[in-house]
Each structure stands twice: as C-alpha cells, then as structure tokens.
DNA sequence: CCGGTGAAGGTCAGAATAAGTCAAAGGATC
DNA sequence: GATCCTTTGACTTATTCTGACCTTCACCGG
C-alpha cells in the first residue's frame, strides 16, 4: 500500500491532467505518436490511457480524428460524475422502461431533489412524444434509451447553468 | 475562436467561411483554379473541402458551372431558429440519423450559435453511447430519436435557464 | 451554321498519414 | 494460482492530398 509505484499509463495520465491544468478552456490536443514517442511506448497505449481514465464518468470528453492534420482533444467537461448521480441514473433506469416505470423512476429523482417539477414533466413529455407511435417491447426499449439519455442531458446541461450564475 | 487548424482542407474552409462572413447577401463565387493557386494546390483539392464541409446538413448549397468563365458559388441556407423547439429540432432531425448527418447537424447547430462546442461533444458522446451496440437501420431510428428528445431537452432547459435570469 | 479548341470545372482511385481495435502476452495483487 | 490491470503489436479504418483523365462550355474560324 502507500505510493505504490505508478506505472506507465499513471504517468501519461498525469501527464495529460497536467496539461489540461494549465490549458485555457479545459481542453487540450495532442498527437498520439508524439505523445506514444516521448513515453517510449506503442501508440496504442495512449488509447489505453484515454479509455481507461479520460471517460465520461470522470468529466471528460474525447475527440478525434484520424489521417492528415489528425489529433486527439481532450475536454473536461462541466460534469464531474462522481458527485453528481450519473451512474446512478444508469442503475434505476435499466434497459427496458414501461411508461409506468418510466413514471416511478422521475418521481423518485424529484423527490431526491435531483430534478423539480418542471424537469419531471418536460422529460415525460419527450420521452412520450418520442415512443408514442411505438408498442410493446421496442417501445419500451427505445423510452429506457431516451431516458437515459434525456437524463444525461439535463444534468449536465443543468450543471451548466447554475455555474453560469 | 481559437481553432487550431492543422491541414489544408481546414484552411481552405476557414477561408471560404471568412470569405462568406463578409459577403453580402451569404454567398460567394471563387474560381477553383485561383483558389487552388493562392493555397499551392492542386485544384481538385477545392473539390474536395467543398464536398465534405460545405454540404447541405451542414448548411450550404454549391452551385457550379465549367467552361470559360466558369465558377463555384457558395451560399448559406437559413434555418427559421425562431419557432418553437421542438418544431425547430424536428426540421433538421429527420426520422433516421446516421453518425454523420448527427455530427453535421450539430456542426451547423454549433454554427448558428444554438449550441457551444460543449453541448456538441455531449450530444455525441450520448447518442453514440446510446446506439452504440446496434447496427444498421435501427441504429439510425434510435440516433434520430435520441437527437430529438436530448436537444428538446437541451434547448428547453437552455430557455428556462436564461428566463431565471 | 458548325465543328474545333482551349478554358474552365468534375471524378475517381491510389498513396500517404494518423488514429482505432483487438487479442494475446506480461505483471501485479490477493 | 486466479484475477485484474497493463503493455504490445498486427491489423483496420478514416482522412487528406494528388494526379490522370473526363465533361462542359464559350468562342472562333471556316
């Protein structure tokens, strides 16, 4: 236990949270060759690293883009997932979701203060208009995706919002 | 903003956009072989930066003609950013997504000004986890689906908030 | 007229560049 | 020694850039 020796993915990960400290905005681009050459390893790793430590549920959000010119960014994101109830999301919501269920699941995040009324009725709504024309099991399918989904959203988005005050 | 621009295709676009921005009417027309002089390439390249960032999701219509005096013009569409959310979302989404036409979507959006390049990565990073194990047709009926609710959400919330204010 | 000619722009496929995936081997931890 | 995390490398995919070849059009000489 104590300081157990950091292997590499530890180091490039605390490469990158430092750069990321220092960069403007919470964004940062890297190369993955560069950065795979000045760590001595395989390009590979660097995906390693990024999937393993740079994932939404940390805060962050990864893009890329291959050939020419091509880059990996990194963003932190306004969500820091570890105080703000995203897995948990995921654990009431499931992979399937009746209307009912659907109902049952926003009444205990209002009533955990996670959500007021108005985001209740607002993601009931969507969640409705956008599987209504849906039955049976791809409907409830398809409302479990889009709660998720919805729920991400306003979380965040949320989150946002308040910080802008 | 301070993209940083790495490759000839983006400094053709950011060219173009410039030009655009300070043209009357959103139009421009360019000879493509001048333009391929002024940025020494060949001119086929402008072809090429056209057909993958001045497409129509994303906003423009090109229009061209051969010969002598021939010429490429660019114009800027308009989207009515004025109704109702949902009316809105619904103009642009369509009823099947593909990763693409998504990101385009939300390239224009991010252009317009609706959504900051947050929001952008967000909205991907949700959808694309959203539809990540399916393949095909469904995967661009659930794509579309989770774009509309999450930017109903999105843009919903985003009026509260600045009501709030 | 009318067919030729040169001046545009268009298409396509291949090379170059850079990132992503995946499975298997290697280590650490319990 | 079982399990989980790390590291590697062979293979895949995406994007950009180029050049050879094609099409369209205005204009000109006969």
Redesign the interface.
């Known amino acids: 236990m104590g300081d157990n020796v950091a292997n590499l993915a530890d180091y490039i990960e605390q490469h990158l949270r430092r750069l990321l400290d220092l960069a403007e905005?919470g964004a940062i681009?890297i190369q993955r060759r560069d950065l795979a050459d000045k760590f001595n390893c395989v390009p590979s790793q660097i995906n390693y690293v990024i999937s393993t430590r740079f994932t939404?549920e940390r805060g962050f959000?990864v893009?890329s883009r291959r050939g020419?010119?091509?880059?990996i960014r990194i963003?932190r994101?306004?969500l820091d997932t570890s105080t703000h109830p995203f897995g948990f999301v995921n654990s009431v919501v499931g992979d399937s979701v009746s209307d009912q269920e659907m109902g049952d699941v926003l009444f205990r995040l209002k009533d955990l203060g996670i959500i007021d009324r108005?985001d209740e009725l607002?993601?009931k709504g969507?969640?409705r208009?956008?599987?209504e024309d849906l039955r049976g099991r791809s409907a409830s399918l398809?409302r479990a995706?889009?709660l998720?989904?919805?729920l991400?959203?306003?979380l965040?988005?949320?989150r946002?919002?308040e910080e802008?005050?």
């Open positions: 905005g681009e939404a959000v893009e020419e010119g091509g880059y963003f994101t306004h108005r607002l993601i969507i969640v208009q956008q599987s398809v995706r889009i998720r989904a919805v991400a959203t306003l965040s988005v949320r946002e919002c802008d005050m």
